[in-house]
Structures are given as C-alpha cells and as structure tokens.
Nanobody, 120 residues
Framework: VQLQASGGGSVQAGGSLRLSCAAS???????????MGWYRQAPGKERELVAS???????NYADSVKGRFTISRDNNKKTIYLQMNSLTPEDTAVYYC????????????WGQGTQVTVSS
C-alpha cells in the first residue's frame, strides 16, 4: 500500500487549502477497515496529530485545529481529505497522511508529506 498526498502550497493567513491522500494499491475492503489520519511537523518540532478518522467515520481533531479543519474520507476512491480553513502561520508545516489498516495490524503507513506554508 502506498499513500500519495497532494494539495499543499502557499497561502496567506485566513486562506484555505485542501489536502488529499490516496491509498494506491489498497483493495477497497482493506481501505474501508482502516483508521486514516493527518499529521504535521513544523521545523524544530515533533510530528503531531492533526486529525484522524476511524472506519465508522467518526473524526478526531487536535484542539488547535478544531472548528477550522475538517477530515473526510471517500472509501470508494480510497482517499482521505483535509479541508483547512482560516489558516494561520502556526499551521505552517509538512503534512503527512497516515494509515493503519486492520489487515496489517503491526504496520504504520505514511505518505510522502506535502508542504503547507501560511504567510501573515
């Protein structure tokens, strides 16, 4: 299974971006039975969880992004999304998608990372 992230870029504060992460080579049933998430890592900081979504569609958000970011998934497309609104310079980081599949309980899958830069 490979995760391909896209959608990063540069935006001014208050702007929006939408990230996508496609799980190529994953069969549909495997993708459906997964917890998908987005993490980010800013320079000099540890990687942190931004948002995640379990197979039932229940989301979980970091306090810093609640009310601004929305995670969603399209199981038929084997893709997750992160809609980011009201961006601030503090959101500047490399964003990584993550997948934990029930079919591979000991493995953690990561996308290649996509840069998000928010200028003031």
């Amino acid at each position: 299974v490979q995760l391909q992230a896209s959608g990063g870029g540069s935006v001014q504060a208050g702007g929006s971006l939408r990230l996508s992460c496609a799980a190529s080579r994953a069969i549909l049933s495997t993708f459906r039975d997964s917890t998908m998430g987005w993490y980010r890592q800013a320079p000099g900081k540890e990687r942190e969880l931004v948002a995640s979504m379990i197979r039932s569609g229940i989301p979980n958000y970091a306090d810093s992004v609640k009310g601004r970011f929305t995670i969603s998934r399209d199981n038929n497309k084997k893709t997750i999304y992160l809609q980011m609104n009201s961006l601030t310079p503090e959101d500047t980081a490399v964003y990584y998608c993550n997948a934990r599949f029930a079919a591979y309980p000991t493995d953690d899958f990561w996308g290649q990372g996509t840069q998000v830069t928010v200028s003031s």
